[in-house]
Structure formats: structure tokens, C-alpha cells
């Protein structure tokens, strides 16, 4: 049996410890980690894009009130959110995933770990934050929203951890087909839009976050 995903030139018992030693690694990595919160976006933005100056501001913000960056360690929304949180002396962190194309950590990352498997540095972007913010995208960040949003609609994900949506232009015409098409026909529950936040404002950003922060230390 071959595995789609896996190294065509290793054997399947090699690409399984291959895998758990990813998975390991990853978990040992994450345990050092304090107050994540997750951007993740666009890597084809640049820094002439409105997205791009607004990621890099929330990284700065962020990093001013002590809490730890963590993106995918690509460029784009990802560069620009470390970039903001290094600018501003913070905790920035990357979690890179290695390409044919060799995509490299972006320069702001200050600390770093490369992935092979899409579905393990998935897992690991999923994993534990105080709360998630998505700016424009394309498929991968599609992808990941909508696997937190499976996550916290079947309880296996905290559903107190905000997910907040930045960019109403981008994120509108979504939420509305999730309203018109998946909950008018009853194919999510009537609550489940309201598991999505958002916003332009880069102010109610924090105060998701600050909130959620709070109700964490109470737990």
C-alpha cells in the first residue's frame, strides 16, 4: 500500500515513525509556548495590501501586551504578523511547512520549527491558542478555518476561544452563504454562524482576545 501523502522512496513503517516523530516534536515545541494567538492569511499578500499593514499592526499589538505570534512562517499575512510582533520586541513564531519550492521561514520569525506534513503543522496551528484570527485567504486558509469551525461545533475544540474573521469586504459574501445556504437549510445548527466574529477593528480584535484571556486564567 502506498500512501498518497507519503515519500514515494521510504517505506510505509519508516513514514509512520516519520510522522509520530513529527507529531512529537511539534507537542514538545507548543509546550514552551505562553498566551498564542494564531493569524493565519494570505502567503501571495504583500506589503502594499491594506490586509498586510493590518496583520503587521495586530502582531504589534499583540506583542505589546504580552502575548506569543504564532503563523504558518510563510510570507504574506504570516510575515506580516511576526514582522509586527518582532518590531515591538515580542514573541514571534513560525510554523513552517517544508515545499518542493522551499519555502523559508519568513525573517521576523525569532523562533521556528519546519514541518513535512501539511496535516501535522495543521494540527499543531490548531492545537492551543487563546484565540484564532483569519485575515484574507485562499484554500489553505479556507482549510483551516474550516476545520477549527468542525472542531468547536463537535466539542472536540474550546468553544470559548474566539475566531475572529478580519476583513468584512473579504469575509461577508461567506458569512452569508453559510447563513442562506448551510443554516436556512439546517445543515449546521442555527448557533453555529454566531462561532464566527467579525470585524475591521483592530480594537474589538483585543478585546476578543483580552476577554478570552481572562475567561482562561478563570478555568
Known amino acids: 500500500?502506498?500512501?498518497?501523502?507519503?515519500?514515494?522512496?521510504?517505506g510505509l513503517a519508516w513514514e509512520v515513525l516519520r510522522i509520530t516523530a513529527e507529531f512529537v516534536q511539534g507537542f514538545e515545541f507548543l509546550s514552551n509556548l505562553e498566551r498564542t494567538v494564531t493569524i493565519f492569511g494570505s502567503a501571495r499578500l504583500t506589503e502594499k495590501d491594506v490586509y498586510y499593514g493590518l496583520a503587521q499592526e495586530l502582531g504589534r499589538r499583540l506583542a505589546r501586551a504580552h502575548y506569543t505570534v504564532v503563523t504558518g512562517g510563510g510570507?504574506?499575512?504570516?510575515?506580516a504578523g511576526n514582522r509586527g510582533a518582532t518590531e515591538a520586541?515580542?514573541?514571534?513564531?513560525?510554523?513552517?511547512?517544508?515545499?518542493p519550492t522551499e519555502q523559508k521561514l519568513n525573517p521576523y520569525v525569532k523562533e521556528g520549527m519546519g514541518f513535512q506534513?501539511?496535516?501535522?503543522?495543521?494540527?499543531?496551528l490548531d492545537y492551543s491558542a487563546l484565540a484564532y484570527v483569519f485575515f484574507p485567504g485562499g484554500y489553505g486558509t479556507l482549510d483551516e478555518l474550516f476545520t477549527i469551525l468542525t472542531l468547536v461545533q463537535t466539542g472536540k475544540s474550546n468553544g470559548a476561544v474566539p475566531i475572529i474573521l478580519v476583513?468584512?469586504?473579504?469575509w461577508q459574501p461567506l458569512l452569508d452563504w453559510i447563513t442562506g445556504a448551510l443554516a436556512a437549510r439546517r445543515l449546521i445548527g442555527p448557533d453555529d454562524p454566531a462561532l464566527l466574529h467579525l470585524t475591521d477593528d483592530l480594537d474589538e480584535v483585543m478585546r476578543l482576545i483580552r476577554a478570552a484571556d481572562d475567561c482562561a486564567d478563570e478555568v
Open 1 to 10: 500500500m502506498q500512501l498518497t501523502f507519503a515519500d514515494h522512496h521510504a
Open 75 to 79: 510570507p504574506g499575512i504570516m510575515e
Open 117 to 124: 506534513y501539511f496535516f501535522s503543522r495543521k494540527f499543531m
Open 89 to 99: 520586541g515580542g514573541h514571534s513564531v513560525g510554523l513552517n511547512i517544508q515545499l
Open 167 to 170: 476583513g468584512r469586504e473579504f
